[in-house]
């Protein structure tokens, strides 16, 4: 007896991705049924989804994306393109060599990659930093997409200095919160 097709996992490059979205749904419904469709593309992959609390929300995302195969942004405001902005600068710097993928609904997301697509025409942003971004309109898509993607990062920092680094950046962030 097997199984209907809609339960056979597929293999995945990727144990856990790091998820990041707005707290509200948005106006229209299509950013949440799509936000349920990648819910289930990553339990039919098999991939775990990265989340918890923390003390802070910098000492949680660096723990989620310590843990974190690859990330994932779905529309969301102010904090959501906060996140994803410090995962690219993170690649950038050589912090990680994870891939980040935009879940462009609706083209959610299109005015964005034109602003980047202009910042490298313009020098500053490298290539390959640009490169470290995928986007695709639909769920299925963009893990097909993220799963093809092949890091082209000219170096990455090890795992210690990654971890001393973000240390470091904590440290620095929390003595600015306590002169404010």
């Known amino acids: ?42 339990i039919s992959r098999n991939i775990n989804l990265v989340y918890g609390e923390v003390a802070d929300m910098h000492q949680r995302k660096t723990e989620m994306a310590r843990h974190s195969d690859a990330f994932i942004n779905s529309p969301g405001g102010y904090g959501t393109l906060e996140e994803l902005l410090e995962v690219i600068t993170w690649a950038q710097l050589g912090i990680h060599d994870k891939t980040v993928g935009l879940l462009n609904i609706n083209g959610y997301y299109n005015s964005l990659l034109s602003f980047i697509d202009k910042t490298v025409e313009e020098g500053f942003i490298n290539i390959n930093a640009r490169q470290v971004i995928v986007s695709a309109p639909t769920t299925t898509e963009l893990v097909k997409k993220l799963e093809e993607y092949v890091s082209c990062h000219e170096r990455v920092a090890s795992k210690l200095n990654w971890e001393t680094e973000l240390k470091h950046i904590l440290s620095l962030l929390q003595l600015t919160l306590k002169k404010e």
Do not use: N
């Open 1 to 42: 007896m097997s199984l209907p097709r809609e339960f056979d996992a597929m293999v995945s490059k990727f144990k856990r991705i790091y998820v990041f979205c707005g707290s509200s749904q948005g106006k229209k419904s299509s950013y949440q049924d799509a936000t349920i469709e990648l819910g289930k593309e990553l």
